[in-house]
Nanobody, 124 residues
Framework: QVQLVESGGGLVQAGGSLRLSCAAS????????MAWIRQAPGKEREVVAVEIWSGGTTYYSDSVKERFTISRDDAKNMVYLHMSSLKPEDTAVYYC?????????????????WGQGTQVTVSS
């Protein structure tokens, strides 16, 4: 049974940094696309970062490029999202998601497995 569990969210001031963690279990995820997807109140889900397989190409949405970094630790089955220069518009629930193979990396509906989410709130 696949399980993704996020942690690390919280309240931070604008300009600050946070690191989100996703503990993955139930599979070997090295061939999975792993993504961070966020949803702000009243807005659609947005894929902000994805690594298409372990050590593979990473992609970022324009809204977070050069501020967020996705990384993995395969030995620990962990995926991270390092967020810096945070803005109030980054406030959202952040989800870890996974799917084996290649495809529509920036379509939230493409992902098969999701965590429960962690809240990030950026104050101005």
């Amino acid at each position: 049974q696949v399980q993704l569990v996020e942690s690390g969210g919280g309240l931070v001031q604008a300009g600050g940094s946070l690191r989100l963690s996703c503990a993955a279990s139930g599979r070997t995820f090295t061939t999975y696309a792993m993504a961070w997807i966020r949803q702000a109140p009243g807005k659609e889900r947005e894929v902000v970062a994805v690594e298409i397989w372990s050590g593979g190409t990473t992609y970022y949405s324009d809204s977070v490029k050069e501020r967020f970094t996705i990384s993995r630790d395969d030995a620990k089955n962990m995926v991270y999202l390092h967020m810096s220069s945070l803005k109030p518009e980054d406030t959202a629930v952040y989800y870890c998601a996974a799917k084996r193979g290649s495809g529509s990396y920036f379509a939230p509906s493409w992902y098969d497995f999701w965590g429960q989410g962690t809240q990030v709130t950026v104050s101005s």
